[in-house]
């Protein structure tokens, strides 16, 4: 079975893409994450042109974020306060990325950037996270200790609040600056940042791995709202077909990612997470060294 | 469609053709074809995943062995990109005009018997039909850019070798089936045959087909690229009331 999609101008068979958005729901809600960096990918290597792809992504991750953070809600593991702050400077940064970006293409650097960016935050963050976890499973399997050094400067810092659902007390700087530095980053590599936002929470701030989840995917809402609206207002680009195919799977995919999520320990998420981040950043050194490029290639006027 | 059905269509239509809509371009010798299309536009809705064009046509006499028919979907005409890399960086190649689908088939004997030079004076080459700007015009990468071109668009299963299906009737009609894509883009296409005969083209025809949205695939086209603001809010809307829907029903399970 076939359908025909009207801004992508293309047939599909939507089996198949229900499938995709099942199997990045299902990571969407075990992780954390939107699940933008392995959906993108995934609709262009099916043939969806890549404007659409980037944009009609956006539109799915909203809808399984809102799917996902709602178990996580019932059981009280979404840090609003937390999360509100990183929103703030979320918005900050990617108005300050978005900015970069046009500089980087004015100078024609943008790809090489992109891509030399995301090997390196994808293998540091990935390495960096197995590590840990490997060590912690040979331990309780839980979380990393509350007070180490790498956490030093969230207590220093001043303007410092509780926050309850995460058992923090911390300076509210530490988040607005996470925020503000990976919305940069996202405006600048095209992404959501849930990969970067999740880590981040852990390690920096010292938010328990559950409650990162439901407050990264509360987070990612507000992102992908916004991305949605100006990509459909301004540029036309999102299929609400293709969105729509996409959502009844990925939110199908989310339900059983949160609970998926719930039968592993702290550790075993945490190193899942750092693998998957690990095989993105090797099919980037594949296709930077070991696949090259197609000498002509067809550009897509959507 | 039967035997006796087809001919008392294609005998209709050739009494309802319009000769005005032909383009004389196959040669001197060439003669302007009696022919018409069983249809003249193709809806586009979100069930659309292809379609064909049956054209009819009545071929010049007398007839030998190496004569038949080409046929070819041409259109719509879009200014059109692909960039090539090389060791120096990227270079954008623009067309400024190349067909969105280019579906071609011949019969097998004037395969064997026409040369591509004649396929190219008639028309029916998808290379010649893309226009490079003025300052391209005099590239000697041209060629190559053109058949880069071509190579990518078979690949996308937009240009099509042996897109046609053609039958002959006796008496010289011709009917030929033409495979359109799903993934065509609205617009007006070209449908336009070439009697061939010794190699050679001997008659021609051109007819106008119109692919247009309908139902629900016209309405989202129009309201994104008329209505944006709202589209955007419809867009998030659909997210939160799907992302809703989900959550309220695992709630419920």
């Known amino acids: ?302 | 469609m039967s035997f006796r059905l087809a001919i008392t269509l294609a005998l209709t239509m050739l009494t309802l053709s319009v000769p005005s809509l032909a383009q004389p371009g196959g040669g001197p010798e060439s003669e302007i074809m009696p022919a018409g299309l069983a249809q003249d536009s193709i809806e586009i809705n979100v069930n659309f995943t292809g379609s064909t064009v049956v054209m009819f046509a009545s071929t010049p006499q007398p007839e030998n062995a190496t004569s038949g028919l080409a046929v070819a979907l041409i259109g719509p005409p879009l200014p059109q990109a692909m960039v090539q890399r090389t060791e120096g960086g990227e270079k954008m190649i623009n067309f400024a005009s190349a067909p969105a689908v280019f579906a071609v088939g011949a019969e097998a004997q004037v395969l064997v018997s026409a040369e591509r030079e004649a396929f190219q004076r008639a028309g029916l080459e998808p290379a010649g039909a893309l226009q490079p700007p003025v300052s391209l015009l005099t590239s000697p990468n041209l060629p190559a850019w053109r058949d880069a071109f071509v190579r990518l668009k078979k690949q996308q299963g937009l240009y099509i070798d042996d897109a046609a299906d053609i039958r002959r009737f006796p008496g010289g009609l011709s009917r030929a089936t033409i495979t359109l894509p799903a993934n065509a883009p609205p617009g007006a296409y070209r449908v336009r045959a070439v009697a061939f005969r010794d190699g050679q083209p001997v008659g021609e025809t051109d007819q106008t087909l119109l692919l247009q949205r309908t139902g629900l695939e016209a309405t989202l086209f129009d309201l994104s690229s008329q209505h944006g603001v709202v589209y955007g809010i419809i867009a998030v809307l659909l997210g939160c009331l799907v992302g809703g829907a989900a959550a309220w029903l695992g709630r419920k399970s």
Do not use: C
């Open chain 1, 1 to 302: 079975m076939l359908i025909h999609l009207p801004i992508a101008q293309i047939a599909v068979d939507p089996l198949i893409l229900a499938a995709i958005g099942m199997l990045v729901g299902f990571l969407s809600g075990m992780f954390g994450v939107g699940g933008g960096f392995l959906l993108t990918p995934l609709l262009i290597f099916y043939g969806i042109p890549p404007a659409i792809a980037v944009s009609t992504q956006a539109n799915q991750v909203l809808a399984t974020s809102i799917a996902g953070v709602s178990s996580h809600w019932r059981e009280r593991l979404v840090d609003t306060k937390l999360g509100s702050l990183m929103l703030v400077g979320g918005i900050g940064g990617s108005t300050l990325g978005v900015g970069i970006f046009s500089l980087l293409k004015a100078f024609n650097l943008i790809d090489a950037t992109v891509t030399v960016l995301y090997i390196i935050l994808l293998g540091v963050i990935g390495a960096l996270m197995a590590w840990e976890s490997i060590g912690a499973l040979r331990g309780s399997g839980g979380d990393p200790g509350r007070r180490t050094r790498l956490r030093a400067w969230t207590r220093v810092l001043p303007v410092k609040r509780r926050f309850p659902r995460s058992g923090l007390y911390i300076s509210v700087i530490p988040p607005i600056a996470i925020g503000f530095f990976v919305g940069m980053l996202a405006a600048v590599l095209g992404i959501g940042g849930g990969f970067i936002l999740a880590p981040a929470m852990v390690y920096l701030l010292g938010v328990p791995t559950r409650v990162m989840i439901g407050t990264s995917l509360f987070q990612i809402i507000f992102i992908t709202a916004y991305v949605t609206f100006l990509q459909a207002a301004f540029n036309g680009t999102v299929d609400l077909v293709l969105g729509l195919v996409l959502m009844i799977g990925g939110v199908i995919g989310a339900r059983y990612g949160a609970i998926a999520s719930r039968k592993l320990k702290a550790a075993q998420l945490r190193l899942l997470l750092a693998l998957l981040v690990l095989a993105i950043a090797g099919r980037l050194i594949y296709e930077l060294f070991v696949g090259p490029l197609p000498e002509f290639e067809l550009v897509s006027r959507l």
